[in-house]
């Protein structure tokens, strides 16, 4: 008899643990609410911008820390909250919860608290001289590393306030943010074809390189079906057939499937 063990039947019944790779959900259970959960689910602390109400010069901000529902801890706090106290984990939904926090350089970090354990100490990087998110009606992700900038997509850069980074007037569509505790920033949009003052400027002020976006997908039926700020599509319904749209490159035309 043989010893290979298909991955997918890795676990025993009702052994696996709801976030393991090799989870398959028993048969009564409801599969649509576990994929939802899963996919978008918090795995790590992770710091995040929140574009407010606009005001008549600018837009108000705010930094703040997503936390996901931990596992294993029953509690945690926040350093440079506006959270003084322990929250449970018990309060924290399944796709986090955000804690605003204040604008600074330093690690933040987020203690903790598990019974009969010592707490722990996870870090979060602070806000560079440059700071990119990627603009999103909800919270905006940072941008991690050198990742480049994607024509066509929108971004909101933080930077201390006595630094100008701002674009000239007229080169990209642009908004400012009102300066908050020593930090400024803009909201702009990339032009679908960056010209040669625009990708100077991108490279020269934020440090960065543009490039096309290589593929893009769209559902175009059934007609409910939206997209999340992630870029990620939600069908909300089931449906024998989802009509897509699939595009390659700037200057292929869209294929549908």
Same mark, same amino acid.
């Given at each position: 008899m043989s010893?290979?063990r298909?991955?997918?039947?890795?676990?025993?019944?009702?052994?696996?643990?709801?976030?393991?790779p090799?989870?398959? &959900? +028993?048969?009564?259970?409801?599969?649509?609410? #576990? @994929?939802?959960?899963? $996919?978008?689910?918090?795995?790590? %602390?992770?710091?995040?911008?929140?574009?407010?109400?606009?005001?008549?010069?600018?837009?108000?901000?705010?930094?703040?820390?997503?936390?996901?529902?931990?596992?294993?801890?029953?509690?945690?706090?926040?350093?440079?909250?506006?959270?003084?106290?322990?929250?449970?984990v018990?309060?924290?939904?399944?796709?986090?919860?955000?804690?605003?926090?204040?604008?600074?350089?330093?690690?933040?970090?987020?203690?903790?608290f598990?019974?009969?354990?010592?707490?722990?100490r996870?870090?979060?990087?602070g806000?560079?001289?440059?700071t990119?998110?990627?603009?999103?009606?909800?919270?905006c992700?940072?941008?991690?590393?050198? &990742? +480049?900038?994607?024509?066509g997509?929108a971004? #909101? @850069?933080?930077?201390? $306030?006595?630094?100008?980074?701002? %674009?000239?007037s007229?080169?990209?569509?642009?908004?400012?943010?009102l300066?908050?505790?020593?930090?400024?920033?803009?909201a702009?949009?990339?032009?679908?074809s960056?010209?040669?003052?625009?990708?100077?400027?991108?490279?020269?002020?934020?440090?960065?390189?543009i490039?096309?976006?290589?593929f893009?997908?769209?559902i175009?039926?059934?007609?409910?079906?939206?997209?999340?700020?992630?870029?990620?599509?939600?069908?909300?319904?089931?449906?024998p057939?989802?009509t897509m749209?699939?595009?390659?490159?700037?200057?292929?035309?869209?294929?549908?499937?």
């Amino acid at each position: 008899m043989s010893n290979y063990r298909v991955a997918f039947f890795g676990h025993r019944p009702h052994q696996a643990e709801p976030d393991c790779p090799l989870y398959f &959900a +028993p048969h009564d259970t409801d599969v649509e609410r #576990v @994929v939802n959960e899963r $996919a978008y689910r918090v795995r790590e %602390p992770v710091l995040r911008l929140q574009l407010l109400n606009r005001q008549s010069n600018g837009y108000r901000w705010q930094a703040c820390i997503l936390i996901p529902r931990f596992e294993r801890a029953t509690s945690f706090s926040v350093e440079n909250s506006t959270i003084y106290s322990r929250v449970p984990v018990s309060a924290i939904k399944e796709g986090g919860n955000s804690f605003p926090v204040t604008v600074q350089q330093a690690t933040y970090v987020i203690i903790t608290f598990e019974p009969d354990e010592p707490p722990e100490r996870i870090m979060v990087e602070g806000f560079a001289s440059v700071t990119l998110f990627r603009l999103s009606s909800h919270l905006c992700s940072r941008l991690e590393g050198r &990742a +480049p900038l994607i024509a066509g997509e929108a971004y #909101v @850069v933080i930077h201390p $306030a006595a630094t100008n980074l701002a %674009p000239p007037s007229g080169l990209v569509t642009a908004q400012p943010l009102l300066s908050t505790d020593g930090w400024s920033g803009f909201a702009f949009v990339l032009p679908a074809s960056p010209t040669k003052d625009v990708v100077k400027w991108v490279a020269a002020k934020l440090d960065r390189r543009i490039t096309e976006r290589d593929f893009s997908a769209s559902i175009l039926a059934p007609a409910d079906a939206y997209r999340l700020d992630d870029g990620a599509w939600m069908v909300t319904v089931p449906t024998p057939a989802i009509t897509m749209a699939f595009a390659f490159g700037a200057d292929h035309a869209p294929l549908q499937h």
